[in-house]
């Protein structure tokens, strides 16, 4: 015999493990606070109505099948609710977590309004006739009872949010639709091992399958689409709070402060806010796309917050370092170099030390045109979006990215190991360390405030970029060569020092080294990458919890290179990985490497 509490045990609860297990990387502060308040409101707001809908006979359960009863509803009923949030919040987190937020907003104002209204009004309607339909003891009382319930809820979080539903209506559909089958099924089978019963009086006896009444089919759709919606609205709120980070300066914290603003954010209609902010980001995701395939898929793994500044931080970089990289008109490049020079002295104008950061967004006094003439629209839009997060970052950094592209401006050469790993500390140790300012401020744990002891964690965080830097240069030897007449292996690696620069510089040939002192170079910088990477792994246990695992994945999808290289019998010409390997070693990074850090 099939008790209530057997068929969460069997049914629900086993999947909520396995959904919890799968989820484990993704859920942070705000995932978790999220569905504690949604299955609080699920709980407050079903209590009164199931008890009524028990009440007036429209359900019972045989008394053998349950532990005890509160009011007229059993206890594993009353636990159903908070089930069902649970189940499907996690399921849809897994659907709907992959798309930036800000992508997902409406700037058109006539589209906007016309989305939120006709639905509402569509829905008042609904809510009228639901009232009619409740008449006790008639065929059309529980649906009555479900459309009069449900109704006014999603027209509130059809305000706020249904402009954004839309927009990823296919995750947000597929997050609905498959628990809500998966409900449907147990729930025949519950009918059908008369665990509870519907009653043929108050119901429409239309069945969908065997012994599942159209209601039964119908409140499960709809409570799962309330549970999504309400997972939209906080998203939503979310998502304007970290694009538009001026107009909503609070970051994650359970206080009242906090709830206000993400209030006042899921009232907030898109079209009202700067469009431009938003165009940035977009030109700034554009680029990561086309330019990196390991940090894009990589970003995915971070929280939606964490990832777009990480995005605005790499798609900065990128346009800065192809400035020096790309542009063959020598005193152009030197112009553009002199122009993110003074633009990073206008940033930071206002900082006491080196490390000094902010945590409130200042108004930045900027004057865009002299950029305007010099720059491109691309690289205005970089500008831009760094400028609306460079409040809480520090600055020295970037003057050691500057510093390190006045070495490429220059052709310094590299000597021995202690300029590469100067170098390499310019420019990405630092982007290291920025990283690391990116996840403290955006892990939504206000424990983690911005002060200037992170001496450990950054020192690690200049090693971690200094290891991946090591792996660029040792897979690049060939592209550098060929394309910017540039080498980065030391001096002191070779035989003929200036027969080899000459041939790698000036020559552009380098596969006139041959293939074995290629590997030889490329297995010594790897060497010396992997010894940076040992020694600033264990770092990785003090960032916050929710990016350990993705960390891990990020430098292990990047590192992933050294063993196309060593692999490989020739030296390759730019080695790389198949997307299915890149998401293969992030899959096992996020989920069995990073345990490690994780307990
Ligand atoms: C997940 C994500 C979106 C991360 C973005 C990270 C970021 C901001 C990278 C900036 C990259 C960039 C363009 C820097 C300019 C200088 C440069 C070229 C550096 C090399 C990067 C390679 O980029 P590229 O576009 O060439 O990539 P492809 O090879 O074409 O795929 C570098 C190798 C530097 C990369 C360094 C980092 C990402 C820092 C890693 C360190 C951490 C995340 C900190 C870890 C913390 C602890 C405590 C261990």
């Known amino acids: 015999m099939l008790t209530y509490i057997d068929f969460h045990l069997k049914y629900t609860l086993t999947v909520i493990g396995v959904l919890s297990l799968i989820a484990r990387p993704f859920i942070n502060r705000s995932e978790v606070f999220k569905i504690a308040f949604i299955s609080a409101i699920a709980f407050v707001y079903t209590t009164p109505w199931d008890n009524y809908v028990v009440y007036?006979?429209?359900?019972?359960?045989?008394?053998?099948?349950v532990l005890a009863t509160i009011g007229y509803v059993p206890i594993e009923e009353y636990m159903f609710f908070i089930i069902q949030t649970v189940?499907?919040?996690?399921?849809?987190l897994l659907c709907v977590r992959w798309s930036t937020p800000c992508l997902n907003f409406n700037y058109d104002k006539r589209s906007y309004q016309l989305i939120r209204w006709v639905p509402i009004t569509i829905l008042a309607i609904v809510t009228i006739v639901g009232y009619k339909l409740v008449i006790p003891g008639q065929g059309t009382f529980y649906l009555g009872c479900i459309l009069c319930w449900v109704s006014p809820v999603i027209i509130f979080l059809w305000y706020g949010a249904g402009n954004?539903?839309?927009k990823k209506i296919i995750p947000s559909t597929f997050a609905i639709v498959v628990p809500s089958l998966y409900l449907c099924w147990i729930d025949q089978l519950a009918l059908k091992e008369n665990v509870w019963h519907i009653n043929?009086?108050?119901?429409?006896?239309?069945?969908?399958?065997?012994?599942?009444?159209?209601?039964?089919?119908?409140?499960?759709?709809v409570v799962n689409l309330i549970?999504?919606?309400?997972?939209?609205?906080?998203?939503?709120?979310?998502?304007?709070?970290?694009?538009?980070t001026s107009e909503y300066p609070l970051r994650f914290s359970i206080s009242w402060k906090y709830v206000c603003q993400l209030f006042s954010a899921f009232a907030t209609s898109e079209y009202n806010m700067p469009h431009i902010v938003t165009e940035?980001?977009?030109e700034s995701i554009e680029i990561i796309t086309v330019a990196s395939k390991s940090f894009t898929t990589a970003s995915f793994l971070f929280p939606a917050g964490i990832r777009l500044d990480l995005i605005i931080l790499y798609s900065f970089c990128r346009v800065t370092d192809d400035m020096i990289d790309d542009e063959l008109d020598v005193e152009k490049k030197k112009r553009k170099f002199e122009l993110t020079e003074r633009f990073i002295k206008e940033l930071f104008h206002d900082r006491k030390s080196d490390y000094d950061v902010q945590t409130k967004p200042q108004e930045l006094k900027i004057d865009w045109t002299k950029y305007e003439s010099e720059l491109t629209d691309r690289e205005m839009s970089c500008f831009r979006a760094l400028s609306r997060i460079a409040f809480y970052l520090p600055r020295k950094p970037f003057d050691e990215l500057l510093a390190g592209y006045k070495w490429d401006i220059e052709g310094r050469l590299i000597r021995n190991e202690d300029d590469l790993l100067l170098y390499s500390t310019y420019v990405a140790g630092s982007v290291g360390a920025l990283c690391v300012y990116v996840m403290m401020y955006r892990c939504d744990n206000d424990k983690y405030d911005l002060v200037e002891n992170y001496d450990y964690i950054i020192e690690k965080a200049y090693?971690?970029?200094r290891a991946l830097q090591l792996v660029n240069i040792a897979r690049d030897i060939v592209t550098d060569s060929e394309t910017l007449g540039r080498c980065y292996v030391p001096t002191e690696y070779m035989d003929d020092e200036e027969e080899e620069i000459r041939i790698l510089c000036h020559e552009k040939q380098p596969r006139s080294l041959g293939d074995k002192k290629l590997k030889k170079y490329s297995t010594r910088l790897i060497h010396l990458a992997n010894k940076q990477q040992l020694e600033s792994l264990d770092a990785i246990r003090c960032l916050p919890h929710v990016t350990r695992g993705s960390v891990l994945a990020?430098?292990?999808i990047y590192r992933g290179l050294v063993s196309a290289i060593l692999s490989s019998p020739t030296y390759p010409a730019r080695a790389s990985l198949s997307k299915t390997k890149k998401i293969l070693i992030g899959l096992n990074s996020l989920y069995i490497k990073s345990i490690q850090y994780v307990v």
């Open 56 to 65: 007036s006979d429209a359900w019972n359960y045989p008394l053998d099948r």
């Open 87 to 92: 189940l499907t919040s996690l399921w849809a």
């Open 164 to 166: 954004f539903f839309v």
């Open 200 to 221: 043929e009086k108050t119901s429409l006896n239309i069945f969908i399958v065997d012994d599942l009444p159209i209601e039964e089919a119908f409140f499960f759709f």
């Open 227 to 244: 549970i999504v919606l309400v997972g939209a609205c906080f998203d939503k709120a979310s998502g304007v709070i970290e694009t538009y």
């Open 280 to 282: 940035d980001i977009k």
């Open 463 to 465: 090693q971690m970029g």
């Open 554 to 556: 990020t430098t292990d």
